[in-house]
């Protein structure tokens, strides 16, 4: 099969099935990539997830942009994108064609409350999986707890606190490089 079809079939894969979005998205994307397709590794594809989440954007995209230019570059990040976003978005384009006329319909609505709790699930566990794999020593561990209290509790914008953490960190390299 040729290689541009196979990354397009398997993030349109990715893109046609999956319920709740980028993150929920992560551990499919990672199964398909890094399992089945041995394209890269698992350290590899943490890296392109770190990167992709700092990117602006959409994060399905983004990781199909920087695997599929990882892949076969521009043109392996072209054919990515449009394989991750096409199916999204026609389905998005039926849903919104035929669904003004149920979206008050009580099985509609009881569906969409019971899908949520799945969709929550299916965001927690690549979450969970990512902390396990990322080897987590004291310091990265008390700095994802302080992260996350700080935009849960105080509000902090993410792209401020990855800013300062950018900072310190390669200003703390740059220290220890020096002595």
Known sequence: ???????????????AFTIGGGYAMI???QREVVEKNKWISEEDFLDVLAISQSAPGILAVNISIFLGYRLR?????????????????LIILLIAMFFAG???????????KGIRPVVVSLIAVPMINMAKKAKLNIYTGIL?????????????SPLYILLVTGVIFTTVTTWRKRK
């Open 73 to 89: 570059g521009t043109r392996g990040s072209i054919v990515a994108t449009l394989g991750s976003a096409l199916p999204s978005f």
């Open 1 to 15: 099969m040729n290689i541009y079809l196979k990354i397009f079939t398997c993030f349109a894969k990715i893109g």
């Open 144 to 156: 994802a707890a302080a992260t996350a209290l700080l935009i849960v509790f105080l509000n902090v």
């Open 102 to 112: 149920y979206q008050d319909n009580p099985t509609v609505v009881s569906i969409f």
């Open 27 to 29: 551990p499919i994307i």
